[in-house]
């Protein structure tokens, strides 16, 4: 009982006044040791400049995507927005650790407290009103698992805007009611491919039953916003801007981890895109870069969409139609199309183009998980803490159990936080596949991730 009480010595959860939501996002370019590639015009192979992307963002987000300014203030509405949720609680997974038997001390900042139930609307709010502030009336986008769309659907609804989704069709036969959702907040939502736009048509012609991909939702997001002026693009991952705006997870984790004296040895979070990654590891990869800590910090990716870890750093198309500029990223090939895995927002064919510079630059590791072993570890994780996680957050939380486990053999107590960034409660269907043991994993030889890279625009 004593050793117990001692566990016990420390609050579980810390949770902060909503005076302490962060004032400025952290912009880690200023800090690097050698600037990212820029983009490239898919014309001219030529970096792109403001007026290249002025169709597409409006004027703020484009200087946002440019600046190397360290830290970039959060207007005083947004902060309004975000009192909805923010700020996220830091919870110590002290029931998983008993679980495991583990002398490490597991931490999670968790986001599924948002309105739309994941850490996307920390950058779907601001994209928003930095858009309604300069006139426009409609936005769209693409979305895998929905999360991002639903995010978006609720962010245009505070601002007044139309919102119009193309929901990857893997996806939104799988997740019902995360188009529901979107509905609710007032978006339109279409599966991807999609007759609606020629980027659409084009691949229902070449292959009528399509699962879609994250690279086709934005080719017809793009197509759309690109032929109206008062409507533009938001995207929800990949970009600095949106990187950017979801700093705020990790500069209040390290203030809750202050007030419980601790400083994190590893620091895991999933990646698809690499905003919720990016979010949680950018404030301390600054204090790291400053000396003043030494984490390690890891990437986990779907192992059928193992971009880091498979694919190639080239300059590629961030869309399948090759609508978008040239982006220097580690990418499977613009034409890749990932299995149907029920971590949809972990499906996308690129990485973000300042995370692939980070990992060559070595600032960071990365590892690849089946899905299978995601979701015995979402189990495991909900059976201890109560929380079912959405299974792209399962990603990283098999491989905090890998740690910890590692941790149980060499007795070695790691502090190890990462990010639930959003609940499972739309993904319930794909829980009971698992339980079921109707659950498969996807192999991708090596020839067909040669095939989709041959692709590779020459630069």
């Known amino acids: 009982m004593s050793h117990r009480l001692g566990r016990m010595s420390k609050p579980t959860k810390v949770l902060l006044d909503e005076s302490r939501i962060p004032r400025a996002w952290y912009n880690i370019a200023a800090d690097l040791p050698a600037p990212a590639p820029p983009p490239l015009h898919p014309g001219t192979r030529l970096p792109v400049g403001a007026d ?36 996220t609680p830091l919870v110590r997974a002290r029931r998983l650790e008993r679980a495991l038997g583990t002398p490490a001390r597991i931490y999670y900042k968790y986001e599924g407290g948002s309105p739309s139930g994941s850490h996307k609307p920390n950058t779907a709010v601001p994209q928003a009103y930095y858009n309604a502030q300069e006139g426009t009336r409609k936005l769209t986008t693409e979305t895998g698992a929905g999360q991002w769309g639903s995010a978006l659907a609720f962010a245009c609804a505070q601002y007044d805007m139309e919102c119009e989704v193309w929901m990857v069709r893997a996806s939104y036969d799988q997740k019902p009611y995360r188009r529901s959702l979107m509905g609710v907040y007032g978006a339109t939502v279409h599966a991807s491919p999609s007759q609606v736009t020629e980027a659409g048509r084009g691949v229902l012609a070449a292959e009528p ?14 197509e759309v916003a690109a032929a109206s002026p008062d409507t533009r693009y938001a995207l929800g991952s990949v970009l600095s801007h949106v990187l950017l705006h979801q700093t705020v997870i990790g500069e209040e984790a390290i203030e809750q981890l202050a007030v419980l004296g601790e400083t994190p040895d590893l620091i895991v979070g999933c990646a698809g895109g690499g905003s919720n990654f990016a979010g949680l590891s950018f404030p301390f990869l600054r204090e790291k870069l400053a000396g003043r800590m030494d984490p390690v910090v890891r990437a986990v990716e779907p192992a059928a969409c193992p971009s880091l870890t498979r694919g190639t750093y080239a300059y ?13 990223m580690h990418t499977l090939g ?13 499906r996308y064919h690129g990485m973000s183009p300042l995370l692939s510079h980070m990992y060559e630059l070595g600032m960071f590791e990365a590892v690849a998980k089946d899905q299978t072993e995601c979701f015995e570890a979402g189990v495991r994780f909900a059976r201890a803490e109560g929380i079912v996680p959405a299974p792209e957050p399962t990603h990283a939380l098999a491989e905090v159990v890998a740690e910890a486990l590692r941790c149980k053999e ?15 409660h739309f993904d319930l269907a794909a829980y009971d596949r698992y339980l079921r043991g109707e659950m498969q994993d996807f192999a991708i030889p090596q020839e067909r991730l040669d095939a989709a890279l041959a692709a590779l625009p020459a630069v």
């Open 52 to 87: 290249d992307l002025a169709p597409l963002f409006p004027a703020s987000l484009i200087a946002q995507e440019m600046s190397s300014e360290r830290y970039i203030a959060i207007p005083d509405d947004v902060v309004d927005v975000y009192r909805l949720w923010r700020p």
């Open 209 to 222: 039953d399509s699962s879609g991909s994250l690279g086709i939702a934005i080719s017809e997001a793009v």
């Open 316 to 328: 590629d198309f961030g869309d399948t139609a090759g609508f978008t500029p040239l982006l220097k």
């Open 334 to 346: 613009h034409g890749f199309i990932p299995d149907p895995i029920h971590a949809g927002g972990l």
């Open 410 to 424: 060499s007795g070695e107590p790691k502090v190890i936080l990462t990010a639930l960034c959003g609940h499972g």
